[in-house]
């Protein structure tokens, strides 16, 4: 990731929600302090805290990290760096977040004994899941249910939902979400 554009995307996102600093902080859990270091592009912050970021601004993570609006219809998503939470998840962006059409994709991968509980997204927000290479748990209400290589499911993302690796290999599946226009 690009540290000048992830400092541009913020900045730029604070300025149409109309938000102070303070306020971005209050809002989404950051301190004033780190939010400003990232918009001046003094911090390199973690995926941990752009989810927070993105999750208190009510946008989509690619926003905040995609490097450019380009229009294009596929993605070279094998010469890219995967990203990763903090021991857990790690993804790459296939297509990033377009307003026109509501929806991000990316490539996730877990490796053997990995899992990622993630917060519940915004009311109305749908997440797509087809595993592409493994075998795969994923969490909802409350109960892990094993998916493999070819399995897809549809759900509400609004509520606490996880994916975890009981395997002792990498596990491989698309993520797209779709968000209320």
């Known amino acids: 990731m690009k540290q000048p554009k992830i400092a541009k995307n913020l900045k730029t996102a604070?300025?149409?929600?109309?938000?102070?600093?303070?306020?971005?902080?209050?809002?989404?859990?950051?301190?004033?302090?780190?939010?400003?270091?990232?918009?001046?592009?003094?911090?390199?912050?973690?995926?941990?805290?752009?989810?927070k970021i993105a999750k208190g601004f009510h946008i989509p993570l690619s926003t905040l990290i995609d490097e450019g609006n380009i229009n294009l219809e596929y993605s070279r998503q094998a010469s890219e760096r995967p990203l990763k939470f903090?021991?857990?998840?790690?993804?790459?962006?296939?297509?990033?977040?377009?307003?026109?059409?509501?929806?991000e994709m990316y490539l996730m991968s877990l490796e053997p004994e990995e899992s990622h509980v993630s917060?519940?997204?915004?009311?109305?927000?749908?997440?797509?899941?087809?595993?592409?290479?493994?075998?795969?748990?994923?969490?909802?209400?409350?109960?892990?249910?094993?998916?493999?290589?070819?399995?897809?499911?549809r759900f509400k993302a609004d509520v606490e939902h996880?994916?975890?690796?009981?395997?002792?290999?990498?596990v491989?599946?698309?993520?797209?979400i779709h968000y209320k226009n």
């Open 162 to 170: 996880g994916y975890r690796n009981m395997t002792n290999e990498i």
């Open 86 to 103: 903090e021991n857990s998840i790690g993804f790459k962006i296939l297509f990033p977040y377009d307003k026109a059409i509501g929806t």
């Open 172 to 176: 491989e599946f698309h993520n797209i």
């Open 14 to 51: 604070r300025g149409k929600l109309g938000f102070s600093l303070s306020k971005a902080a209050e809002e989404t859990g950051v301190s004033k302090a780190m939010l400003g270091q990232v918009e001046r592009g003094e911090s390199s912050p973690t995926i941990a805290t752009l989810w």
């Open 119 to 153: 917060i519940p997204h915004d009311v109305g927000v749908i997440e797509d899941i087809v595993v592409i290479k493994g075998n795969m748990e994923i969490l909802l209400d409350g109960v892990w249910t094993k998916f493999k290589t070819g399995d897809a499911i």
